[in-house]
């Protein structure tokens, strides 16, 4: 099998010839640090992974009345890059800041509760770069699958909501105004449909990313996220499905809480099976046989090895048996992707060669 084949066929559910063996996401800074500069693409191969390559590239943000404008703080070691939206009904403002490694939400875009009503009237729905993705499909070739996202702060609707108003004030509001919350997240929900609308049909992607942390149970309770989180997770899987994509639900937190309410999301693919250590909850053989009976037998499963205490700083024989032991969790019967949970930033190239060949030995 190519490695496009190998991991097409674990997403859906059957026995590829070997164990498929990723990561999430390359970074910029360890690809700049670690890899000499190379791709996404180039590293993949380096390291002899099969390829999760992600490409999302977007134009048309702004427009006559919805008109942005930012500067930049120069702070110790980040800077900080405000930004400013006029509409023809008020001014918004937000603040992000910007590291070597990543970047966080300094100043919520959404204040009042009458803001949300911006978004509706002004914000535009922009355009995918087209051209990008045909080049990056061509590039990749047979080497590994092609992931997108959907517009937005993040790609669902809860965790988008989080990122504009805050979570800890989203989950206030969900006791004390839960209808506004509902129409903040119909808005968006609005926005995404018309996005996978209007960029996604005809497009080569093999999976399209949806959730977010903020969606997990080591943020949220499982009855917040089943009533603000569920509904319009179908109904963006479902758009999805239409158009014959398949799409990945992220938790990258806990999910032992909510894995019954995950297999019925609609969702192709769950990820990221992340352990105590890096945040998530899945603690025990329990906790992975829990997650394993109740998503196993609807979508595939994707992610499980802790990229910071085995793959950064493992041996060799550690990695190994980590590796060993995830398959022995989640992939005996096939329908699973061993991959790092998350992003990484200082994992020594060697480690993911071991992590790689440690995979490739694993066959069914």
Known sequence: MTSKERMLCAIEGRIPDRLPVTVHQWQPYHLKTYMNGMSDIEANKACGLDASINVFSVSGEESDTWKVSSTREQREGFYVKHYMIETPDGILTASEGISPMTSWVMEHLIKKEE?????????????????????????????????????????????????????????????????????????????????????????????????????????????????????????????????????????????????????????????????????????????????????????????????????????KEEIETEVRRLYESFGLDGGYILSACDHFFEVPPQNLRYFSDAAKNIFY
């Open 115 to 315: 803001d949300i009503h911006l978004l509706r009237r002004y914000r535009p729905v922009p355009k995918l770069d087209r051209k990008l993705v045909a080049q990056t499909y061509d590039a990749l070739g047979e080497d590994g699958i092609l992931r997108t996202f959907i517009w937005g702060k993040q790609g669902g609707c809860w965790q988008d909501a989080c990122e504009l108003y805050g979570v800890e004030n989203l989950i206030l509001m969900t006791y004390d105004d839960p209808e506004w919350v509902h129409e903040l997240l119909q808005i968006l929900l609005e926005q995404k449909l018309a996005y996978i609308e209007e960029n996604l049909p005809g497009m080569p992607f093999d999976l399209v990313e949806t959730g977010g942390g903020a969606s997990s149970n080591t943020v949220i309770s499982p009855d917040i996220h089943e009533e603000f989180c569920l509904p319009y997770d179908i109904k963006m899987h479902d758009a999805l499905k239409k158009h014959g994509f398949r799409s990945v639900y992220h938790t990258c937190g806990g999910m032992t809480r909510i894995a019954d309410l995950i297999a019925k999301n609609h969702c192709s693919v769950s990820e990221t099976l992340s352990p105590s250590a890096v945040g998530g909850d899945i603690g025990d053989r329990e906790d992975e046989q829990k997650v394993y009976n109740a998503l196993h037998p609807f979508v595939g499963l994707i992610g499980g090895m802790d990229q910071f205490h085995i793959l950064e700083t493992g041996t």
